[in-house]
């Protein structure tokens, strides 16, 4: 590695922070390990008026990719690929300006903008048909047939994200409060796992309702849910199960069909998996019921190696993803 390396930066931005790793370009389009230890910040990229914030975007992004430059001694940024949260509906200012500011800093013309549901699928699946269902505070699937981008869900926790953790708390503390009113279909397990963690239920709209990040303080409570499932509550155990369901149907709603015996594969990802078997055991039942035709995978990796794939596949000419407005918006071509 050196000054005549050629390397793709990877992005990956969300909730918790931006992660930026770089790795060398092979003829052949694969990834094979990045060049050093990605640079991580924990602070998010906001969003305003525009949408994600475009400076705030480069402001992470150009310092890191000259400190993972220097780390290799050298070389040069022949492609990048950004995977963020939000970009395929709040991503029109980003689009309009980082491919610019990019090409200015660092000369790269080649870059994908990429709603973080494609890193995902490109982390856990590679570039083949299939489905990736992102599970964590939210629910959203994505797939693709290698011609076209199929979404469904990732409405956030008012219009959808069925499934997902801030749902699974959600549920659980109605039914909890359902115990607390005396009203049918309550959990007395799940009251004192309220109590426990919330205090008083009475008080608990006073504290969550106006709260910003209500979505993140509802899935808190999903481990809880989980928990009272394994003791063998009821109520609990059909939360979890009830959740299945919808991410079933959410991955039944992207998957493609298999076309000439390709066989199409489906990976669920996320931190809402580490609730594990109250969640994965139906999760697993329900799936085979509702894909019979297709075939569940380990996830390969992480969205930030996701982007890291795209990023070399699009500096070798190898990216077989389709482009698309908005789910992996692609200039330099």
């Known amino acids: 590695m050196g000054s005549g390396e050629r390397y793709a930066l990877g992005v990956d931005s969300g909730g918790s922070g931006v992660r930026v790793a770089l790795a060398p370009v092979r ?46 001694g050298g070389g040069r940024l022949a492609a990048v690929c950004v995977g963020a949260a939000g970009l395929a509906t709040l991503g029109d200012q980003v689009r309009a300006r980082l491919p610019g500011v990019l090409a200015q800093e660092f000369g790269v013309r080649r870059v994908a903008l990429a709603a973080d549901a494609v890193t995902a699928y490109a982390g856990a699946l590679g570039q083949r048909p299939g489905a990736v269902l992102a599970a964590g505070t939210g629910l959203i ?7 076209a981008w199929r979404r469904a869900d990732g409405w956030g926790h008012l219009l959808g994200d069925c ?31 309220l109590e426990a963690v919330f205090g008083p239920p009475g008080e608990l709209p006073g504290l969550l309702y106006p709260r910003t990040d209500r979505p993140a303080v509802l899935a808190s409570f999903a481990p809880e849910v989980a928990a009272c499932a394994a003791e063998g509550d009821p109520v609990a155990a059909g939360v979890m199960a009830e959740a299945a369901g919808h991410i079933a149907v959410t991955a039944a709603a992207v998957c493609p069909r298999p076309v000439a015996g390709v066989v199409p594969e489906v990976a669920f990802t996320g931190g809402l998996l580490r609730l594990g078997a109250p969640l994965l055991v139906p999760l697993y039942e329900r799936f085979a019921r509702a894909l019979p035709y297709a075939r569940r995978a380990e996830a390969l990796g992480s969205p930030l190696d996701g ?27």
């Open 27 to 72: 003829d052949d389009g694969r990834t094979v390990t990045h060049a050093s230890p990605p640079v991580v910040s924990g602070v998010p990229v906001p969003t305003g008026p525009g949408g994600l914030d475009a400076d705030a975007l480069a402001g992470h992004l150009v310092p890191a990719a000259r400190e993972l430059l220097a780390r290799v």
């Open 141 to 147: 699937g994505v797939g693709t047939d290698l011609t």
């Open 163 to 193: 499934g997902g953790g801030a749902w699974i708390g959600r549920a659980g503390l109605e039914a909890a409060m359902r115990a607390h009113d005396g009203r049918a279909g309550g959990s007395a397990a799940l009251l004192r796992r």
């Open 307 to 333: 982007a890291l794939l795209i990023g070399v596949a699009l500096a070798a000419d190898r990216l077989a993803f389709p482009y698309d407005p908005r789910m992996l918006h692609v200039s330099g071509q």
